[in-house]
Antibody, heavy 126, light 108 residues
Framework: QLRLQESGSGLMKPSQTLSLTCAVSGGSISNGDYSWSWIRQPPGKGLEWIGY???????YYNPSLKSRVTMSVDRSKNHFSLKLNSVTAADTAVYFC??????????????????WGQGTMVTVSS | SFELTQPPSVSVSPGQTASITCSGD??????ASWFQQRPGQSPVLVIY???KRPPGIPERFSGSNSGNTATLTISGTQAVDEADYYCQAWDSSTALCVFGTGTKVTVV
């Protein structure tokens, strides 16, 4: 059974760079049937998609965050990462990593988020 | 921009049917997914590709999608179904993922 586990920045100050890693266990991050995604949820609010990355390294980002986001994959460590620079209080949220199953089709048409990590809280405060 | 709108809350009596709608421009032209999120937990996929259930999801969960509206139906609602529910779809013209505004289902 594939599992995802987030780790990284917890309490941060404004203008710093958020850095999170999602460790993949029970399966290979290089499997071409899947992409890897980040989603966040501010306290008491709804879900916001941040972006996803193919095993090849190609990325798709939410336009509202695109200028500050970088995602990467490390196949040797079987994990993928998120960096978000110049954080503000508005970036305070639970950050989830998720597997995006594309089943040979276009992820942005048939992709489904079928496995999620437990989430990690990131707080931005001065 | 592509937006998905859900009612903020739905109340249902135990054993009755709860219907949650998700509205978006030409949503029926895309696949819709639905997620259940209990307090303090990660979202769980309960419906994908409009009406398919992942393994382990009870048969009381069903979905449909046509025109501008996708609907999640919970038949014979149980107390354990009390949670927030989010729809999700892809805007294939922009390759962007959109989540709905979320609906809190209360079983009373």
């Amino acid at each position: 059974q594939l599992r995802l586990q987030e780790s990284g920045s917890g309490l941060m100050k404004p203008s710093q760079t958020l850095s999170l890693t999602c460790a993949v266990s029970g399966g290979s991050i290089s499997n071409g049937d899947y992409s890897w995604s980040w989603i966040r949820q501010p306290p008491g609010k709804g879900l916001e998609w941040i972006g996803y990355i193919y095993h090849s390294g190609s990325t798709y980002y939410n336009p509202s965050l695109k200028s500050r986001v970088t995602m990467s994959v490390d196949r040797s460590k079987n994990h993928f990462s998120l960096k978000l620079n110049s954080v503000t209080a508005a970036d305070t949220a639970v950050y989830f990593c998720a597997r995006l199953s594309c089943n040979g089709g276009l992820c942005y048409s048939v992709g489904l988020f079928d496995i999620w990590g437990q989430g990690t809280m990131v707080t931005v405060s001065s | 921009s592509f937006e998905l709108t859900q009612p903020p809350s739905v109340s249902v009596s135990p054993g009755q049917t709860a219907s949650i709608t998700c509205s978006g421009d030409k949503l029926g032209d895309q696949f819709a997914s639905w997620f259940q999120q209990r307090p303090g937990q990660s979202p769980v996929l309960v419906i994908y590709q409009d009406s398919k259930r992942p393994p382990g999801i009870p048969e009381r969960f069903s979905g449909s999608n046509s025109g501008n509206t996708a609907t999640l139906t919970i038949s014979g609602t149980q107390a354990v179904d009390e949670a927030d529910y989010y729809c999700q779809a892809w805007d294939s013209s922009t390759a962007l993922c959109v989540f709905g505004t979320g609906t809190k289902v209360t079983v009373v």
